[in-house]
């Protein structure tokens, strides 16, 4: 006899639908998964037996084929152990077959209860676009398939039995309900917290504003990775659509719970400089799986010392930066992955850190200095908006007692500047100045004849590329944004055209 179930599979963070086709037949007893499984889904056949006969059903003493469709993509993972399980008991008549716009998911264990998979957002997406309306998740995972929307009937099952019960109608499961945030579920650390460094703040102000990448230079102990770790809370909240697209990737790694199924603040991502060119950008065999810089989409990706990171790790940015996707191609697929993020690097002038400090505690020579910065190239650095000099802090300021101004008023004057750009690029448009094109660029960030003489002495005493213009025009209309004028004014290009000059690399 033959049944059909519908399930779900992965293919990078986009999910299909697949149907696992359970035949029994007279022959020899044999047990055979087909539809390129990998091993973990090879292995689903020793975990259905021992749950088939652990909850009191019967094996089938047949010989049992399970064909994964559409049978050309390969399958990877425990996410078919629900759909097989149930479609070898409706097959042999221990189970009526389940209704045909219903989908299974799940792992099991051997005792026959349900473990969480990873990716159930993207799995529950794609029920929706396949016309699913009802979809058994294991009830761990439930919450999170929810965030799919209405259309789609999530049932929470905690075991085999239960599901059985239900498919009779001899006990139902009740529906989850869609998962909603608390009140004050999260919290990011605040910049009323740090002492002193106005003018980093200020750059990093300008930086949420208008989502442009930034580098701070300073010596040991200045505050940079501290200063860093707020940017988060100065961003703007996360829209449902931004919210929706940063889960499915944090879900497809495994990185979503019960407790927070959904991604409700910016996404902050902060590898150690050991890291990989393939746990950067992503990859893997055979199935590729988003990076650090995926993670990071709609949020922050922090690299604390700079030169430190390979040299090969940092050349992966530089079209992701661009783009804001990141293609990864293997021998048995190809993935696009989504990858829009703000760079905020933070670096030390040179290998000991004291390069340029008072009291002549560096000992590097010239050479060793450039040396240091050299591992950096030229078009990485290009990418880069804004850099901001991080000064060690006087006694003075590390021993005063006032707070310094709170996450919350800086954040204010952050989403009234990009308020203006929503408006000003519409719905269709780019999200931020940092995202303008060619032709918006043109429009909306004109110069008047003296700012036009402003940035041509600054293009020919700077050696300014064509990327670098752009940036400094750029970063110009977030100021002028901040300072809520229409057009772009000297004084804010002057200050853009500041933090494109670092003294460290002028020397």
Known sequence: MLCVIRSLGLSGVNGYEVRAECDLSNGLPAFEVVGLPDAAVKEARDRVRSAIRNCGFSFPVSRITVNLSPADRRKGGTVYDLPILTGILAAGGQLPPPPPDAAFVGEL???GALRPVAG????????????IKALFVPADAAAEATLAGDGLTVYPVENVTQLVHHLQGRAPIPPAERWTPAAGAACCPDFADVKGQEQVKRALEIAAA?????????????????????????????????????TEIHSVMGLTSREMPMVILRPFRAPHHSISATGMAGG????????????????????????????????????????????????????TFPS????????????????????????????????????????????????????????????AKPRAESSAAIKARVNAARAVQTQRFGPDGPDCNAHMSPREMGEHCALDPTCQAVMEGAFQR??????????????????????????????????????????????
């Open 462 to 507: 700077m050696g300014l590329t064509a990327r670098s213009y752009d940036r400094i025009l750029r970063v110009a209309r977030t100021i002028a944004d901040l300072d809520g004028v229409q057009t772009i004014q000297v004084r804010h290009l002057a200050e853009a055209i500041q933090y494109r000059e670092s003294a460290y690399f002028r020397r």
């Open 120 to 131: 159930m957002l993207p799995m529950a997406l794609a029920a929706k676009r396949a016309g």
């Open 340 to 399: 829009r993020f703000m760079l905020v690097c933070a670096m030390n002038p040179c290998k000991c850190g004291w390069y340029g400090q008072p009291g002549g505690r560096c000992r590097c020579s010239p050479q060793e200095v450039r040396r240091y910065l050299g591992k950096l190239s030229g078009p990485l650095l290009d990418r880069i908006d804004l850099y901001v000099e991080v000064p060690a802090l006087t006694f003075e300021e590390l021993s």
């Open 284 to 335: 893997g065999s055979p199935i590729p799986k988003p990076g650090e810089i995926s993670l990071a989409h709609n949020g922050v990706l922090f690299l604390d010392e700079l030169p430190e990171f390979h040299k090969d790790v940092l050349e992966v940015l530089r079209q992701p930066l661009e783009e804001g996707v990141v293609h990864i191609t293997r021998s048995a697929a190809s993935e």
């Open 109 to 111: 264990s051997l005792g």
């Open 210 to 246: 208008g989502g442009h990448n930034i580098a701070m230079i300073g010596p040991p102990g200045s505050g940079k990775s501290m200063l860093a770790r707020r940017l988060p809370s100065i961003l703007p909240d996360l829209s449902p659509r931004e919210a929706l697209e940063s």
